[in-house]
């Protein structure tokens, strides 16, 4: 069973928003920090944000600060991106990634320091 599951994907309009959501089960239900990336045709695997596990620390890229909001749920083990004022670089596979972490104000903008991942779910942003 995968631990980590995305969905809200979809085509959009340039201007639109879309909430993607990041369901997590099992052992990674326990995991602390949380973390969303995008990949892009022809493009490396990108950061785009994170939250801590008490929720109180967040971080974006810098070219999403202003459009994008990371949110969690832990009550249902769900971590939440909204992404307003969409443009066509936005266009992308999004992951989910989460990670162990003693501390309640962890998160890291590092691929290699998650240990689970979801499959993604594709954005497409049209003109």
């Known amino acids: 069973q995968t631990p980590l599951v995305e969905s809200g994907g979809g085509v959009v309009q340039a201007g639109d928003s879309l909430r993607l959501s990041c369901a997590a089960s099992?052992?990674?239900?326990?995991?602390?920090?949380m973390g969303w990336f995008r990949q892009a045709p022809g493009k490396e695997r990108e950061f785009v944000s994170a939250?801590?596990?008490?929720?109180?620390?967040?971080d974006y890229a810098d070219s999403m600060r202003d459009r994008f909001t990371i949110s969690r749920d832990n009550a249902k083990n769900t971590v939440y991106l909204q992404m307003n004022s969409l443009k066509l670089e936005d266009t992308a596979v999004y992951y989910c990634?989460?990670?162990?972490?003693?501390?309640?104000?962890?998160?890291?903008?590092?691929?290699?320091?998650?240990?689970?991942w979801g499959q993604g779910t594709q954005v497409t942003v049209t003109s």
């Open positions: 990634a989460a990670a162990q972490s003693s501390s309640w104000t962890w998160y890291s903008r590092q691929a290699h320091e998650y240990d689970y």
């Open positions: 099992g052992r990674a239900a326990r995991i602390y920090a």
């Open positions: 939250i801590s596990w008490g929720g109180s620390e967040t």
